[in-house]
């Protein structure tokens, strides 16, 4: 079975620039999230999935950051405009309908210069 | 507010030596407890789950975790650690009926020959 995948694994930016990730969750998962992992610090959940719908974003900074998840299965994340304060490890999951058991892709490491 | 404590920050044991890794959680009922590891360039894997029943509970790679309701604590264990677990370990928690993950800020363990 196909894991969690993420693109692009690394990307350097300056800030106020744009920028996209990508996420692929595992076939079938209805729920999918991205995290945010600052350097030393566990991951924060930015926002929550149920298909095609948001289910928790109150930890997103929407005047910067926004998410989409179309026909319920791929998702992007973008950031715009970057401060440097988003240079951190961007992490996607996914897990079954009824399970509470995420499934984590390898991340996006994001450097804002 | 759910929120989860890791105190110790780095932890350094012999190979061969146990090992303990505190967790300590705040939540108003009895939540879903997990730990993952994350090693370095990748995603996080999970190790081991409470949800109800017995307190011990074992995971994947000889580690196991006890849940204390009175200490609000779920210190993950194993007997003898291998090189290979050098990593960084994270407590979560997670609400009953939701699939919303809050970590602590982890562990690193190192492990010395």
């Known amino acids: 079975e196909a894991g969690v995948a993420q693109s692009p694994r690394y990307k350097i930016i300056e800030k106020r620039q744009s920028v996209a990730f990508w996420c692929n969750p595992i076939?079938?998962?209805?729920?999918l999230y991205w995290y945010q992992q600052i350097l030393g610090q566990g991951p924060k959940l930015l926002i929550q999935?149920?298909?095609?719908?948001?289910?928790?974003d109150s930890q997103l900074p929407k005047d910067r950051f926004s998410a989409e998840r179309l026909k319920g299965v791929d998702s992007t994340l973008k950031i715009q405009p970057a401060k440097l304060e988003d240079s951190a490890v961007y992490l996607c999951?996914?897990?079954?309908?009824?399970?509470?058991?995420?499934?984590f892709g390898q991340g996006t490491r994001l450097t804002v210069v | 507010a759910q929120s989860v404590t890791q105190p110790d920050i780095h932890i350094t044991v012999s190979e061969g030596a146990s090992l303990e890794l505190r967790c300590n959680y705040s939540?108003?009922?009895?939540?879903?407890l997990f730990w993952y590891v994350q090693s370095p360039g990748q995603g996080l894997q999970l190790l081991l789950k409470?949800?109800?029943?017995?307190?011990l509970v074992q995971g994947i790679k000889g580690f196991e975790a006890e849940f204390k309701r009175s200490q609000s604590s779920f210190n993950l264990r194993k007997p003898s650690v291998h090189w290979s677990d050098a990593a960084e370990y994270f407590c979560?928690?997670?609400?009953?009926?939701?699939?919303?993950?809050?970590f602590g800020a982890g562990t690193i363990l190192r492990v010395k020959s």
């Open positions: 999951a996914s897990s079954a309908t009824g399970s509470t058991e995420a499934f």
């Open positions: 076939s079938g998962h209805a729920t």
């Open positions: 999935f149920q298909n095609n719908g948001v289910v928790d």
């Open positions: 939540y108003g009922a009895t939540p879903y």
């Open positions: 409470y949800f109800s029943g017995d307190t």
């Open positions: 979560a928690v997670g609400a009953r009926g939701g699939n919303k993950l809050v």
